[in-house]
């Protein structure tokens, strides 16, 4: 049998391992992805059916009969004022944070990288000191401090205490990424006769875009779904909609036709904004993998 005639039965065995395998981890992939996306369903499900219906049995029943669902419970939420003030003062929350975040974190970042001035290097070491302090420790003492400021209990001392806190990883974060960058790159273009700000604006910002997405993907989730720091440092009117509906839980115990929608809800910002960023997002994880 000629050898040609005797490698192609292992290369079609090999070929068929490669495709069992890659089909195996697909299919686990996709049962692992519906197991996670059940109570996601399940609180949709839940938020669209009668409070009689939730009160008796359990969501899955109404997949029998579908003719049960509907919008009302999300027109009730709507119209509750205290609910609908609390996702603006969540809106009002988040974004004002992640850009402040976002801007602040990438000029400290561009310093700390490509910057000559004194005491960099130790600077740069207490903010990476910051990132092992428990968010629980700094509580009160902030609390004093916002007391003493006149900014405690409204959305301003809110938005400042998570700018505070997110501000060291975000700078190690795009320090990091902004090192990675040639150095050619600068030096040209400081040869060229740009300034710092136009070198960090036209040059360093372009191509840190998908280091910048990733970061505010993150520092706009971790606020919006933040209820520790809004529970110590926002009063009944400055409240997001995390402590609302666990103010609605605690008074009213099982009322999931007020819950559920008001949940969902919560959901499906983050889930839009994560899934307009995805492309970036990707090619920041994908950059991080090779540098």
């Known amino acids: 049998m000629p050898p040609a005639a005797a490698r192609r039965p292992v290369r079609l065995t090999s070929r068929l391992t490669a495709w069992l395998g890659k089909g ?3 299919a686990l992939l996709v049962v692992v992805a519906l197991v996670w996306l059940v109570p996601t369903f399940g609180l949709f499900i839940s938020s669209l059916r009668p409070s009689t219906d939730n009160a008796t049995t359990g969501w899955w ?21 205290g609910i609908t003030h609390a996702f603006w003062n969540t809106v009002l929350i988040s974004v004002p944070t992640t850009v402040a975040v976002v801007v602040l974190a990438s000029l400290a970042g561009y310093a700390f990288a490509w910057l000559e001035f004194p005491g960099r290097d130790v600077i740069f070491l207490l903010v990476v000191a910051m990132l092992v302090v428990p968010v629980q ?7 004093k401090l916002f007391g003493a400021l006149g900014i405690f209990g409204s959305l301003t001392g809110v938005i400042l205490f998570h700018v505070a806190y997110g501000l060291p990883f975000a700078i190690f974060l795009l320090r990091n990424y902004f090192a990675d960058i040639p150095r050619e790159m600068l030096e040209a273009a400081r040869m060229d006769g740009g300034s710092e ?7 360093i910002l372009p191509v840190a875009k998908p280091a910048i997405a990733s970061l505010s993907i993150f520092q706009f989730l971790w606020v919006w779904n933040d209820m520790l720091v809004a529970l110590i440092f926002a009063d009944s009117g400055s409240q997001p909609l995390t402590v609302a509906l666990q103010s609605q839980m605690r008074q009213f115990g099982s009322n999931i036709d007020v819950l559920a929608p008001g949940a969902f809800l919560s959901l499906v910002v983050p889930l839009i904004v994560f899934f307009a960023f995805q492309r970036h997002f990707v090619q920041g994880v994908m950059a991080g993998s090779v540098k």
């Open 137 to 143: 420790i700094g509580l009160l003492p902030v609390a």
């Open 61 to 81: 029943t109404a997949l029998a009969h579908p003719g049960g669902l509907g919008f009302s419970n999300y027109g009730s939420i709507l119209a509750d004022s």
């Open 197 to 203: 700000w136009l070198i960090f604006r036209r040059l």
């Open 24 to 26: 195996l981890v697909q």
